[in-house]
C-alpha cells in the first residue's frame, strides 16, 4: 500500500512550457485534491475531485486543467508555466460522504522551478 | 483575507516541557479542524482533529481544544520530544461543503535537548 504518489520530485521549466504533475492513490479514495505551498503561507487548493469524471476548482486555479478519468489518478497540467507558479505541489486524497469532513492525506510532493 | 491565521511563525521549547501552537479562525462555518505536521521535503501528515461538537479531543501526548465563541484552537504537546520538531499546520473546513481545507501559515516549532 503506497499511500498517495507524486512524480516528478523535482522539476524545471521554462516560461511557457507545458507539463503534467503525476498523482496516483491505492487507497481506493473517492476525493482527491492539488495543493500549492508557497514560502510563509499555508497550502491553497488549487482544484480538487469528489470522484471520476467530477473536478472544481479551488481557491487558486488559474494556470492549471485537472481531470479524473480514473480513481486512482489526478494530474495536474500546467499549460504556460510561469514564475509566479513556482512552487511546492501537492497531492492528496481521503474518503468523502456527502456532508463529512475527513483528514486527508498527502503525497511527498513535486518542488517546480520555473525560469 | 486569511481565514485561517498561525500568528507565532516559531516555537521554541525544551525537551520534556510542554508545547502549545494556538490557530485562530474567521469563518463561522468552519466545523471540522485538524492539525497537520509537516518534515522537510515530504507532505504534511495527518496529527488529530476535532469537530465542532467538541472542545477537546486527546491522543496520546497530543490535545487539541477548541473555543468557539473565540473561534481559537490550540494544540498541546506534552510532553514535548525533539522528534516533534517540524512545521505544524492548522486547517479548517465546511462539512457541509466537499471536505476542502483552508490552512493557515504554519509554525515551526523546535524541541531542544
Known amino acids: 500500500n503506497a499511500g498517495v504518489t507524486q512524480t516528478p520530485k523535482f522539476q524545471v521549466l521554462k516560461t511557457g512550457q507545458s507539463m503534467t504533475l503525476q498523482c496516483a492513490q491505492d487507497m481506493n479514495h473517492e476525493y482527491m485534491s492539488w495543493y500549492r505551498q508557497d514560502p510563509g503561507m499555508g497550502l491553497r487548493l488549487i482544484h480538487y475531485?469528489?470522484?471520476?469524471?467530477?473536478?472544481d476548482q479551488g481557491e487558486v486555479p488559474n494556470g492549471y486543467n485537472v481531470s479524473r478519468s480514473t480513481t486512482e489518478d489526478f494530474p495536474l497540467r500546467l499549460l504556460s508555466a510561469a514564475p509566479s507558479q513556482t512552487s511546492v505541489y501537492f497531492c492528496?486524497?481521503?474518503?468523502?460522504?456527502?456532508?463529512?469532513?475527513?483528514?486527508?492525506?498527502f503525497g511527498p510532493g513535486t518542488r517546480l522551478t520555473v525560469t | 483575507d486569511q481565514q485561517v491565521k498561525q500568528n507565532s511563525p516559531s516555537l521554541s521549547v525544551q525537551e520534556g516541557r510542554i508545547s502549545i501552537l494556538n490557530c485562530d479562525y474567521t469563518n463561522s462555518m468552519f466545523d471540522y479542524f485538524l492539525w497537520y505536521k509537516k518534515y522537510p521535503a515530504e507532505g504534511p501528515t495527518f496529527l488529530i482533529s476535532?469537530?465542532?461538537?467538541?472542545d477537546k479531543n486527546e491522543d496520546g501526548r497530543f490535545t487539541v481544544f477548541l473555543n468557539k465563541s473565540a473561534k481559537h484552537l490550540s494544540l498541546h504537546i506534552v510532553p514535548s520530544q525533539p522528534g516533534d520538531s517540524a512545521v505544524y499546520f492548522c486547517?479548517?473546513?465546511?462539512?457541509?461543503?466537499?471536505?476542502?481545507?483552508?490552512f493557515g501559515a504554519g509554525t515551526r516549532l523546535a524541541v531542544h535537548p
Open positions: 475531485s469528489v470522484g471520476a469524471g467530477i473536478t
Open positions: 476535532i469537530s465542532s461538537i467538541k
Open positions: 492528496a486524497s481521503s474518503i468523502t460522504i456527502a456532508g463529512g469532513s475527513y483528514e486527508q492525506y
Open positions: 486547517a479548517a473546513s465546511n462539512s457541509g461543503g466537499y471536505n476542502k481545507l483552508i
